[in-house]
């Protein structure tokens, strides 16, 4: 997981809570007011590509919860993209939840796309009927084969792989899901190895 890169430091208040288990516990006993602390990033699942690897096309599929760590994705995708200044590669999110009051940062995603050239966002909302006001990015089931194929099918023009090449898919959310549509996107061709979750059960 990646935010865009800032470079002026911003402060931040950690409090230790006495008697429970808390992220100030692994701090350094010396640690006081003022310190600074630097985090980097852990773990297998995060997006970091080198420069060479900017140009691939991205899948990103998130269910409930699962959108917090893909919108970082995202918005440290954008960063790089106007670092490159050059042809942008397809960036998608399928973003699936049960209902409306269940969507998270619709703004914030629907501006990205809104923003950026190469950029689709499609929400699906999975136990609510249609709402008529709403536009084509609504959609009102699960996430299906056919969803998953007219992703694969906005390649960027710039590309001159094939899309089991040139793809990378990164998922989050609810282990069946996951497995699904894991499941789904090597019979369409995408290759294990591009394809990118977050396991935390």
């Given at each position: ?100 009051n269940d969507l998270l940062f619709h703004d914030q995603l629907a501006a ?90």
């Open positions: 997981m990646f935010k865009p890169l800032r470079y002026i430091p911003k402060p931040y208040t950690v409090e230790r809570l006495y008697g429970k288990l808390n992220f100030v516990c692994f701090l350094p006993a010396q640690c006081k007011v003022g310190d600074v602390v630097s985090v980097r990033v852990g773990g297998d699942y995060y997006y970091d590509p080198a420069p060479a690897e900017c140009t691939r096309d991205l899948l990103f599929i998130a269910g409930g919860i699962g959108i917090n760590p893909i919108l970082s994705m995202m918005e440290h995708h954008v960063y790089l993209q106007r670092l490159q200044k050059g042809n942008s590669p397809a960036c998608q999110l399928l973003y699936s939840t049960k209902s409306l990205l796309a809104q923003h950026n050239c190469n950029m689709f966002v499609d929400f699906h909302i999975t136990t609510e009927k249609p709402v008529s006001t709403h536009c084509d990015t609504f959609k009102y089931h699960r996430i299906t084969q056919a969803d998953l194929q007219l992703c694969l099918s906005r390649r960027s023009s710039s590309s001159s792989v094939s899309t089991s090449d040139n793809f990378s898919c990164y998922l989050c959310g609810p282990q069946h899901m996951v497995d699904d549509i894991t499941s789904t996107l090597q019979q369409l061709g995408i290759h294990l190895n591009n394809i990118n979750a977050e396991k935390w059960w």
